[in-house]
Structures are given as C-alpha cells and as structure tokens.
C-alpha cells in the first residue's frame, strides 16, 4: 500500500540548533523541520498507528524541488517520522531500503511503501 506525503523532506544534517538551557548545551529542532513531522503525521493516513514491531524493507521515492539535497539526508528523517506517527515500532527494524530520487519542482514529495518480512 503505497502512502504519499506532499512537501520537500528537510535534511536531517540541518535541522537542529544548538540551545543552552541553564548552561548546557542542547539540540534543539528547527521550525522547519516541526511543521514537517506534523505535516507528515497529518497525512500519513495509511501506515499511522500501524505499530509494525518486526524487520521491514522501506521502498521509498523522494521527489525533491532541485539536486540540492541528498538523498540520505532525507531518508533518515522519513524513518524518524515513520516512528513519530508510530507507523513503525522502532526504526532499528529497517533492514532494507530501497529509494530513488527525483526531481520536481511544482511537486516535492515522497512516496512510500512499508513491506513487512
């Protein structure tokens, strides 16, 4: 069942600050990537609450607005994500990807598929 979320994945590498709470040093999420994660939860209507607790493969195509971002950077806030909207158990259980990147500007977006094994 494939599952499509509109808008361009933020790169994981760039999407923390740091903070000083009390003297330490703390990362914190950036604006950009909060309204991702709850954009993501919204529209991941098919795989939400769907707990997968086993070994997956993710079959996985990013569509980006230009070649600037990277195709890994994206992959591992997918997988954040996919937690987050608890989709799956825990993202440790991903023992396969498959992916492929494109280009479209008018259209970024992903579309994936969660295949249990």
């Known amino acids: 069942m494939k599952q499509v979320i509109m808008g361009q994945v933020p790169s994981k590498s760039n999407c923390y600050r740091i903070i000083t709470i009390n003297g330490h040093g703390s990362l914190a999420k950036t604006t950009a990537l909060k309204k991702y994660e709850q954009s993501f939860y919204l529209q991941c209507n098919k795989y939400r609450n769907k707990n997968i607790k086993g070994f997956f493969e993710l079959h996985i195509d990013v569509f980006n607005s230009s070649n600037r971002q990277d195709l890994d950077n994206a ?37 994936f598929e969660i295949k249990k094994l």
């Open 75 to 111: 992959l591992k806030g997918v997988l954040d994500c996919l937690q987050g909207c608890k989709a799956i158990k825990n993202d440790r259980n991903c023992v396969k990807i498959i992916a492929q990147k494109f280009i479209d500007k008018a259209n970024p977006r992903i579309e």
